[in-house]
Each structure stands twice: as C-alpha cells, then as structure tokens.
C-alpha cells in the first residue's frame, strides 16, 4: 500500500512538474534566434513525461503493479537532472 501512495505523490508531481516546464518553454518570449531550442526542450520534456510519468499515473489509477508505477515515477525526475547536468557540462 505505500509503494501506490508514494507511487501515486510522484506521478503527480511529476504532471506538475511537466506541465510547469513544457508550459514555460512553450509560453516564453525569448528572442527569435532561441525560440526553436524552447519549443525543442518542451518536446524533449514531454516525450520523456509520456514515457515514464503517464504511465506511472495510469498504473497508480488502475491499481496496477505499484512497484513498477513507482520506478516509472521515479525515472522522469532522474532523467531530468541528467539532461540538465548534461546542458550544464555542455556550456563552456
């Protein structure tokens, strides 16, 4: 039963946390020259959310193996840190 709740807490924080970011690259007023890397990194976020939060969410709602809805929930915040790790070791 605690592995679901948990489960359950992240998939939400992960929506939250996708829609916050998606929403702010999509919705930003960065200059012309930028603005196609924006709409990029709102793609990339949400393909990695549709890959891992959805589906967490889905099996936390159907009460399905919350072990596994659990890791799914756990991989797009990992994977996050890492894609913003790797732009920060990219930058000069």
Known sequence: MRARWAALVLALLD???WLLIAGT??????EPATRGLD???????SALY???GAPALLLVWKSRA???????AL?????IAALLIAAIVMLP
């Open 39 to 45: 709409q990029f990194a709102a793609l990339v976020v």
């Open 66 to 72: 919350p072990r596994v809805a659990l890791a799914l």
């Open 25 to 30: 690259m999509l919705l930003s007023t960065s």
């Open 75 to 79: 991989v797009f915040p990992a994977a």
């Open 50 to 52: 549709f890959a891992s």
């Open 15 to 17: 929506t939250a946390a």
